[in-house]
């Protein structure tokens, strides 16, 4: 019963129409017809007065002038309007008017015939403008949930207070769990909670965070357990979007399971940790063996000396290479261990520059040395000089200078090493500091060798010594390294 009353409420109320562009003759043409007679039953039957019908029908008639244009739009109105006007003429015609009667009767008609006509056309005309307003509306929304589903990361859209309005079929995948519209993210709770600690508190949660600051975040990672216990790696960014009026109205996320490329690249870590370690013997043999034969030059002819020096020195360079994997691998794996003393850095410099300026083609020059001591790895900041110094000897033409200079500043001892060689693009300057990664080459035709595993190393070893690294740079004019570390007040 109640579901018919509901349905019978859902089919008048004009407002559950809106949107929908199919517009009905039949039941405007009905409802007024029945609703004349009806009045005319009455009028005749029970009231027995027919004059007396005219401001009741002027009332009822105008109701169901708006309703019908509000409901079936401008021809629903005008379907209304007709049949009105055709009552108003029979009344008037079995009302016998004659005279200044009749001709008074007709202008009301008329008037009143004219402004029905005007009210159900303008109800009428916005009504058709809300509907296809709505529909085109609805379209889009349509279009864009095509979209969204096609893709193949997982979406989220929220409103303004982190209610789930939209969301898609991958996202359920990779969570394992629906997602419901209405989900208040920060508040509700699944069963198995997908939004748990990780992305509960606009601290932790992209998308409450974007909600929160207004500002785009991307590519979190996050590991997610799923019921089915497997274990994910996913990738979240999320983004507020604003109305016209730059008011944040709502925030998307793109969640991405990207558990295959992680254990890829585990596996190539792991790899990689394996490759050096078993490289790292037999390099350190072979080191032994053309050592104890070159430390025997005078049972060798001069040729036979040349091919053995070039066998260490690569030999050097293939042990340096693996020293460097292998650093790699501990960095992965939080294994890099420091041994920490008190020692001076500017000397520590100067020797280093001292070593490097006689194998290097470009004029070396400490232009300032502050006497500063630090408490650091001793060899592990070695390796840092020496990394930024034999770059700077890499990437510099040999006929120009590399300044160094030991600084304080504030807290920190800073040491800096400038060429005049190639530069670095702008947008690599943070890249060139992240793993395995090269700049490319900034001078047609011209390659250098390495891997790029240097800076990665030198900003891991700077970092744990809580000191800083970073480079200016301008391109073709050349780069100055920045290497700040806190110095021991004696
Ligand atoms: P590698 O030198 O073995 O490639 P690094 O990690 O030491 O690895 O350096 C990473 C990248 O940074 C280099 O490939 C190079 O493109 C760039 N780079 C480093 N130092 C300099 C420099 N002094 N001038 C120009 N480019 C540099």
Redesign the pocket.
């Known amino acids: 019963m109640l579901t018919i009353l509901r349905r019978i409420y859902h089919y008048l109320n004009p407002l559950q129409h809106i949107g929908e562009t199919k517009y009905s003759y039949a039941f405007p043409l009905i409802v007024t017809s029945l609703t004349a007679l009806i009045l005319q039953l009455i009028f005749v039957f029970i009231v027995r007065d027919i004059k007396a019908v005219g401001l009741y029908a002027i009332i009822i008639f105008l109701g169901l002038i708006v309703y019908f244009a509000f409901r079936e739009g401008k021809k629903g109105g005008f379907i209304t309007v007709a049949l009105t006007t055709l009552y108003y003429i029979y009344l008037t015609y079995a009302l016998h008017y004659s005279g200044d009667h009749l001709i008074s009767a007709i202008d009301t008609l008329v008037t009143l015939a004219i402004l029905y006509l005007i009210l159900a056309g303008v109800i009428g005309w916005l009504k058709e403008v809300i509907d296809k307003l709505v529909e085109q509306e609805v379209d889009e929304k349509r279009r864009l949930q095509a979209i969204i589903e096609q893709l193949p990361v997982g979406v989220l859209v929220t409103d303004d207070k982190g209610r789930v309005v939209q969301g898609n079929k991958r996202l359920d995948l990779i969570l394992g769990i629906k997602i419901p519209l209405g989900f208040l993210l920060g508040r509700d709770t699944l069963q198995n909670d997908p939004t748990n600690e990780y992305q509960l508190t606009p601290a932790t949660s992209p998308l409450l965070r974007s909600l929160a600051n207004g500002k785009t975040v991307l590519r979190r990672e996050y590991e997610y357990i799923r019921n089915d216990k497997k274990k994910l790696f996913l990738e979240i960014s999320s983004s507020p979007i604003r109305n016209r009026a730059g008011k944040l109205i709502a925030a998307a996320s793109i969640i991405s399971d990207v558990t295959a490329q992680k254990e890829l690249e585990l596996r190539k870590d792991d790899f990689v940790n394996m490759a050096s370690h078993e490289l790292k013997t037999p390099i350190t043999s072979l080191k032994l063996y053309v050592g104890s034969l070159t430390g025997h030059d005078h049972e060798f002819d001069d040729r036979t000396m040349r091919i053995l020096r070039g066998m260490k020195n690569q030999t050097d360079k293939l042990q340096e290479l693996v020293e460097d994997l292998l650093d790699v691998s501990r960095i992965q794996t939080g294994k890099l261990q420091f041994r920490k003393e008190r020692f001076r850095l500017d000397m520590l410099v100067k020797e280093i520059v001292g070593e490097l300026s006689t194998l290097s083609k470009q004029e070396m020059k400490i232009m300032k040395a502050a006497a500063v001591t630090i408490y650091a790895d001793k060899f592990r900041i070695y390796q840092v000089m020496t ?1 930024l110094l034999t ?2 000897m ?3 033409p040999s006929d120009r200078k590399i300044i160094v200079a030991v600084t304080k500043n504030g807290a920190d001892a800073v040491v800096s090493i400038q ?1 005049f ?4 693009p702008k947008d690599q300057r943070r890249k ?1 500091f992240e793993r395995l ?4 080459d900034t001078l047609p035709g011209q390659t ?1 060798p ?7 190393i030198s900003r891991e070893i700077v970092r744990r010594h809580s000191g800083k690294i970073w480079v200016e740079s301008i391109l073709g004019e050349g ?1 100055t ?1 920045f290497v700040s570390l806190p110095y021991m007040k004696t």
């Open positions: 990394n770059n700077a890499k990437y510099s060429d060689g190639i530069g670095i060139i990664h090269q700049a490319g250098f390495g891997l790029g595993m240097g800076l990665y780069s390294f």
